[in-house]
């Protein structure tokens, strides 16, 4: 979503004030950091990057003397045009679009005539996060698996027609810089458009296999697929579940609630299930104006910024539970990690409330060495925290079915960063502390559903806009991407968000204590301070700034089988002139902080999701919301259809052009 605020030029200049920003950035880099990194530096001097792979690895092929596992591509440059591009010897194919008939029974795609019940046999909108599940369930396949997609959330004005229209009182403002007295335009949401939408949000479950000549296809009669939506049964468990504060007039259990809303990234467990992260929840939701100004219940409301007024949306007009002066506790019954097992087209979704409640990301885990499951999630919004669940049972590797309730017990922490790069995971428990009753947290139901008022009653750092939280399966190192903060001032920086009006957003790498996930503190270092180079307040582990591609606005971000760094973007436009995409960039060795950028998107998407096939050999991503700011009568591109199609958010998958090498490096595994 944008998130742009002033004149980038100006933000440079405030940053930079000439050389002190050189002084600044010196000052919060953790100092063993820049050791390592100009040791690095040094060597680097001696042998050179490699900024240009042999010709024939750029092919996809093997090269006589490059070590399989090396990244073997010449970068792209920053691309602001209308088709996807890709690095050289690779191609790129819309292959999952919105709208795409999941079933046997599923209606062809029709833009005029969209309903609820197509919509909920159609592949959803706007995907984001991506798991792959080999099939058969156990093998490690890299042709034929379960595709799960979340669909974040839809763009009713690029999807409907006539869903915008003019507004006659509107008039130009004076000036480019003054806001308008009205909108320019008028929305018309209907009861079909919002149960459309309903259907839309959710995730879908796909199986997809790769045919002999290598392209990917939809098993459309699969007994796997599946859509969860807006309106799916689903179960809330944990320590909030069956609580008052979930009940609704409509579930006096507290523990029923229908559907997921803003889906934005998630993890898989070690036992083969989804815990999706439902994100931007605040937005479906209407009338927090109207509740008690000391109403608890509204205080916990305004911290994700729930309307006063109308929602945007306008969905409490059609359904009431979006309607706060009715539904007041509506909003607590989202804003959780979802689990659920793709094989299974019948187990029902839980949300499970032990990790807490805010505008999620990730939830990717990690096994500790004494068998507890550590699970990392962001809270993407300004000055909000970066959290770690720690499961009080342990994984059984031979006992699936033993796996599936771990996530109900636990430790919910959140992440302190010390200035001296040693930090710490402080707990979230009830009774513990700062977090006692006459504080408002009488039990643990009360510190999940106010997670981030108990974080911010321990003393956690406030971060800037944290979202993908993942763990290098080779190296076991914790990477946090902070996407970016145009509100923190100078005199809020501290030594894990060390720049004012952060447009360009950073990276920062954690390594737990002993290699253990199950560790309450850890060390850290800013791993990336991303930006344009030439500005002079980038930084890339030490790599010289020269050498490596532009890069802005990190978002979403997963590992190759060598434990490269692949980073997709949303928003790198707001700070450099390109598209977003995806980039990559080795995290040990001589090439560590060089970063390449390998493909690129279209306008107004960011690139969301990516995640490789187990050998490599695949790689899907997410063009999330392209042509965003524009509407469906007048959209900005038509992608991937064209013709008179509406521009529709696609997956697309990454091949090289031998369909049996390894993208970006070349080789088998
Ligand atoms: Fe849905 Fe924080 O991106
Ligand atoms: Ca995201
Ligand atoms: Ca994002």
Request: one cysteine or more; aromatic letters at 10%.
């Amino acid at each position: 979503m944008i998130d742009y605020e002033g004149d980038k030029d100006k933000i440079y200049s405030i940053n930079g004030r000439g050389e002190a920003f050189a002084d600044v950035l010196a000052r919060r880099l953790n100092r063993r950091g820049l050791l390592k990194s100009a040791a690095a530096a040094s060597a680097l001097a001696v042998t050179g990057p490699r900024l240009v792979p042999a010709p024939a690895a750029a092919q996809g092929t093997p090269t006589a003397g490059a070590a399989v596992g090396k990244l073997a591509f010449a970068p792209i440059s920053l691309d602001e045009g209308s088709e996807l591009v890709v690095a050289e010897g690779h191609r790129a194919t819309a292959f999952l679009r919105w709208g795409e008939p999941l079933f046997a029974d599923a209606p062809d795609f029709d833009p005029e005539a969209q309903t609820p019940e197509s919509q909920a046999k159609q592949f959803g909108y706007n995907c984001d996060w991506m798991g792959f599940f080999p099939l058969p369930q156990g093998s490690d396949a890299s042709d034929h698996g379960l595709l799960v997609v979340n669909h974040e959330y839809t763009n009713p004005e690029l999807m409907f027609p006539g869903y915008l229209s003019p507004n006659p009182e509107y008039s130009p403002p004076a000036s480019d810089d003054a806001p308008p007295d009205v909108p320019e335009f008028l929305t018309n949401p209907t009861q079909e458009i919002v149960d459309t939408e309903l259907e839309a949000h959710g995730l879908s479950v796909v199986e997809i296999r790769r045919d002999e000549t290598g392209e990917w296809q939809i098993v459309r009669d699969s007994e796997y697929n599946r859509r969860l939506t807006a309106t799916t049964p689903m179960e809330a468990t944990g320590p909030a579940a069956g609580t008052d504060l979930l009940k609704t007039s409509a579930d006096a259990t507290g523990t029923r609630i229908s559907g997921t809303l803003n889906n934005c990234a998630g993890g898989v467990t070690p036992w083969g299930t989804v815990v999706t992260g439902e994100e931007n929840f605040q937005q479906y939701f209407a009338n927090l104006g109207q509740l008690a100004e000391d109403d608890p219940i509204r205080v916990a409301h305004d911290r994700f910024g729930i309307e006063e007024g109308s929602s945007e949306r306008r969905w409490e007009e059609f359904h009431d539970r979006f309607d706060l002066t009715k539904e007041p506790n509506e909003p607590f019954r989202y804003g959780w990690g979802v689990e659920f097992d793709p094989y299974d087209p019948e187990s029902v979704p839980k949300k499970r409330t032990a990790l807490g409640r805010a505008k999620h990301e990730g939830h990717t885990s990690f096994v500790a060495p004494g068998g507890q499951v550590a699970i990392y999630s962001g809270d993407d919004e300004r000055f909000e925290y970066a959290y770690k669940f720690v499961t009080t049972g342990s994984y059984d590797e031979n006992d699936r079915a033993a796996n599936m309730d771990l996530l109900d017990e636990g430790t919910l922490y959140v992440a302190k960063f010390n200035e001296d790069g040693t930090g710490e995971w402080l707990p979230l428990v009830a009774g513990e502390g700062e977090l006692t009753e006459a504080n408002g947290f009488p039990t643990q139901a009360e510190v999940v559903v106010n997670a981030r008022f108990a974080a911010d009653a321990v003393g956690a750092t406030k971060m800037d806009r944290p979202e993908d939280f993942e763990t290098n399966p080779v190296t076991g190192k914790v990477y946090l991407v902070c996407t970016n903060n145009s509100r923190r001032q100078l005199e809020e920086t501290d030594a894990a968000n060390p720049r004012p009006q952060n447009l360009g957003g950073h990276i920062i790498e954690i390594t737990e204590t002993g290699d253990d996930h199950a560790a309450t503190t850890f060390n850290w270092e800013i791993f990336i301070l991303a930006g344009d180079p030439a500005q002079g307040s980038t930084h890339f582990a030490g790599f010289d700034t020269d050498e490596v591609s532009p890069i802005a606005s990190p978002d979403n971000i997963t590992f190759d089988v060598d434990g490269n760094l692949w980073i997709s973007t949303d928003g790198l436009g707001n700070t450099l002139a390109g598209n977003d995409g995806l980039f990559v960039v080795p995290t040990e060795g001589e090439e560590r902080g060089f970063v390449r950028q390998f493909f690129s998107s279209v306008p107004g998407a960011e690139v969301s999701g990516p995640v490789f096939t187990p050998d490599n050999t695949s790689l899907f991503a997410s063009i999330q919301h392209p042509a965003e700011g524009s509407s469906y009568e007048e959209p900005t591109i038509r992608w991937p259809d064209g013709g008179d199609a509406p521009v529709r958010p696609s997956v697309v998958v990454i091949q090289a052009a031998d369909a049996t090498a390894r993208v970006g490096t070349g080789g088998a595994v």
